[in-house]
């Protein structure tokens, strides 16, 4: 793929200055902006939107990003915001629950995961990063152009709010998500798999006398997972590869009937489900980049690599690439040296992990949920998956895969 050519034909209002331009302002990009700004590096976040407040984002933090705020100084107060913990990751068949990752088994800090909304921990993290003066936020900047020079990115141009900006930049950093713009732009083209599924995600209320824990439900040709959001349950309908239209052609009276089977304690409020508006679409993807960076720039969490939803970990992954972008050109962006050989190195001590945890999720998909929204029978949970689940040095590898990755991130101490 060609990187796209814009012509420039718009007037530019002002032309701006800093060392690093990261381009998303999601987990990943707010994340490496805290940690920039920590060091004293000018740092400008760009964000596309006006506020952190979207539908159905990700919104579980792993013990792995607990355990980078603990070293960051901020999970305390992080913490204070409402939330819920979810210590194991288990679902319902039709012979009873099996366990698959169970975190306390972890000898961690903090062995579970924190679901938080995800507006809420933006907010929280980019309040921090205002702490420091080299920190800067714009909200409502569309990105449009890349700035070449030489073969060299030198920073990005934006529309705001009320106008066209430049802004230069030593690094520009692409944290722009699974549609990332910065990423078409620069003629990246992912290798791309299609995981047999998509996702339906809508609300039901959630009554007090409620269980706490999230919880998942297989049944025939469908898989349910239910996420308590205090007053309000998010809810996963997960259906075979592009046949949303199907569903909907069968008429949501059917959705409702399947929710409230496979669920009964829910019977009494699928009635709220009364137009498909209120039901969002999530395309499952999952992809990766054969190459994250070129000259002046560097692509990291979804821009780089699209997750699966399995295991949650999206935020997860992309926050550690913020974090090893940080440890890997902290110390050369203070003096306002972006080499591509660091650039690399980044990808480098990150692409193996992830490779390893999309294979996990790839095979989780074929071998699991690809089965249960093909059988027309009851599923149930295979005596062999059971025994291994409870042998003392398997047990654990789900847990500390889906929790940490192959191996955790630590944010690097300034010297």
Known sequence: ????????????????????????????????????????????????????DREFRGD????????????????????????????????????????????????????????LPQADFLRFITEEAKCYPSFQLVMGAQVDELIEEDGRVCGVRYRGTDGWYEVRAALTVAADGRFSRIRKLAGFEPVTTSPPMDVLWFRLSRKPTDADEIFGRFGKQLFLVFINRFDYWQVGYVIPKGQYQQVRATGLEHLRQRVAELAPQMADRVQELTEWKQISVLSVESSRLPRWYRPGLLLIGDAAHVMSPVGGVGINYAIQDAVVAANVLGGKLK?????????????????????????????VQRNVLANVLSSDRAITIPPLLRFLLHVPMIRNFPARLIGFGLWPAHVKADK
């Open 1 to 52: 793929m060609q990187p796209e050519t814009v012509s420039r034909t718009h007037e530019v209002k002002r032309v701006e200055q800093t060392t690093c331009c990261i381009v998303g302002g999601g987990p990943a990009g707010a994340i490496l902006a805290l940690l920039l700004a920590r060091k004293g590096i000018p740092v400008m976040l760009l964000e596309a939107h006006m506020d952190f």
């Open 60 to 115: 579980t933090i792993h013990p792995s990003v607990l355990n980078i705020l603990d070293e960051v100084g901020v999970v305390d107060r992080l913490l204070q915001i409402r939330h819920t913990k979810m210590p194991k990751i288990s679902f319902q068949a039709a012979d009873g629950e099996v366990t698959v990752a169970d975190l306390t088994r972890l000898k961690v800090k903090y062995p579970y995961i924190a679901v």
């Open 335 to 363: 003096y306002g040296i972006a080499e591509t050989s660091d650039l690399a190195k980044v990808q480098r001590q990150r692409e193996l992990p992830t490779r390893v945890i999309q294979t996990f999720q790839s095979a």
